[in-house]
């Protein structure tokens, strides 16, 4: 069985569900975890934090009333306060493409440190350095990650990823699928608490045994 988690690197409630899917994953050591990225602001799509303040500032105190996770100043401080701030998914949606191809076991580990990076220390994620200090991190060269994340390969790898998303019908963030031999089958569709999706993945595998 394949656990696909489907989120995207700037998406407040996948920042809050990333550390139900860690605790998933440590439940099920024999079960493989594969992250896709959403996709969810890219291109002609992109646009000023500004645009979306007042929500973040409602939308931030649900997120940590429902999922626990804490927002911090340096993001509602700093980056809120920039007004100027890009957001676009596709340059940190290529640093876990990049990832996944060296260290794919730990990819879930990733998005969550990139999202600690964003909505909790407040740093840029179009910015390079952002993601030397994360390849540090995991033991890897810096300046090699950064350059493969902006290499047309990756880009190209990554936005092919959004369409793949995008054909199975999701456009909201979080999502997880359940892979089986026999067929995928939809466990997460916005933040859904860890008892939840166990509960789902149990029906799916007693259901496949009795079939």
């Not at 100043?73 to 676009?88: C, E, I, P, R, V």
């Not at 990819?107 to 994360?134: C, P, W």
């Amino acid at each position: 069985m394949t656990f696909i988690y489907i989120a995207d690197p700037i998406c407040g409630w996948c920042y809050g569900f990333t550390p139900v899917v860690q605790q998933l994953q440590q439940n099920h050591p024999d079960m493989q975890f594969d992250v896709l990225s959403g996709g969810m602001i890219t291109g002609d799509n992109r646009y000023p934090i500004e645009r979306m303040e007042q929500y973040i500032l409602k939308a931030h105190k649900q997120v940590e009333s429902l999922t626990g996770i804490e927002f911090g100043k340096a993001f509602l401080d700093g980056l809120l306060l920039s007004k100027t701030y890009l957001q676009d998914s596709e340059k940190p949606s290529t640093a876990i493409t990049v990832f996944k191809q060296l260290k794919p076991a730990q990819a879930v580990d990733f998005v969550h440190d990139i999202q600690v990076a964003f909505n909790f220390d407040g740093k840029s994620l179009n910015d390079d350095a952002t993601y030397r200090e994360l390849a540090i991190k995991y033991g890897l060269d810096p300046d090699a990650f950064v350059a493969e994340m902006n290499s047309d390969e990756v880009r190209y790898a990554t936005n092919q990823e959004f369409a793949q998303v995008q054909s199975w019908g999701i456009t909201g963030f979080p999502a997880a699928v359940l892979a089986t031999d026999k067929q995928y089958y939809l466990v997460a569709k916005g933040f859904t608490p860890l008892e939840d999706i166990e509960a789902r993945i149990q029906n799916i595998l007693n259901e496949e045994a009795n079939s």
